[in-house]
């Protein structure tokens, strides 16, 4: 027994040099060649989060970004393909997907506008709104709708992403990319982007693209009879008997 195990040891250790000067580097090579790979696959967020500074010009933005540090990048880019969300203002805070070597950007979404209460008529009947409310801190929320219950959202990669969760789906969440249309003081406009299901013949299957185009969501004002609210006017006009 003692012999045996004396083998079985030597074995394992003749095992181990080969691996450190032989085969063994091989094998360790493609492991680290593999993670890379796994972690390339992985997507990363470019998009470099700051404040508008007031170096901000008609072609120019300045971004004193959460790193500390101030730069000064282009927007021919971004103004002419139509990327530039939500206006600028010194001490907004933006999101902005830059190139490479950070002196240009693509797009610019200004955070501070695509806040608040957004709605539309209800895609069922149009009797009532219904909407999506984007708050700080990444938290979103359902505004007079129970099928689809809006839970977070963040900006990826110049991109609009939303967490939810839909009625009768148990607790699965959906996580869902958006590309940004329109987004001024009162408009926000987003559209889905579409996702390649199966490959057929080399030729993808895509879903359909669904367009979301909401209005700020403002208080309804108590209407009034030529100045006169209606409770006035009801005074005014009351027969005593």
């Given at each position: ?146 099928s689809i219950i809006y839970k977070t959202w963040k900006i990826f990669n110049g991109k609009l992403e939303i967490l939810s969760q839909r ?75």
């Amino acid at each position: 027994m003692k012999k045996i195990s004396f083998i079985g040891m030597m074995a394992a250790v003749a095992m181990t040099m080969s691996s450190c000067f032989g085969g063994g580097k091989g094998q360790q090579q493609v492991a680290v060649e593999e993670n890379d790979s796994v972690a390339d696959y992985i997507p990363r967020d470019q998009t470099i989060y700051g404040l508008c500074g007031n170096g901000t010009a008609m072609n120019t933005l300045q971004l004193l970004t959460d790193n500390g540090d101030t730069l000064t990048m282009s927007m021919a880019a971004a103004q002419e393909n139509g990327k530039v969300f939500g206006g600028l203002q010194a001490g907004d805070r933006l999101a902005v997907l830059a190139n490479k070597e950070k002196s240009e950007a693509v797009i610019v979404i200004n955070q501070n506008t695509l806040l608040g209460d957004w709605v539309m008529p209800n895609p069922i009947d149009g009797s009532s709104e219904v909407g999506i409310r984007i708050k700080e801190g990444g938290v979103a929320e359902s505004i007079e709708q129970s099928s689809i219950i809006y839970k977070t959202w963040k900006i990826f990669n110049g991109k609009l992403e939303i967490l939810s969760q839909r009625e009768g789906g148990g607790d699965m969440e959906e996580i869902n990319l958006y590309d940004l249309v329109m987004l001024g003081p009162d408009s926000l406009v987003y559209k889905s982007i579409p996702v390649a299901k199966d490959v057929y013949n080399g030729s993808p299957q895509k879903e359909d693209i669904e367009v979301f185009q909401y209005s700020r969501y403002k208080e309804s004002e108590p209407m009034d009879l030529h100045g006169l609210k209606l409770e006035d006017a009801s005074d005014e006009f009351r027969i005593d008997h």
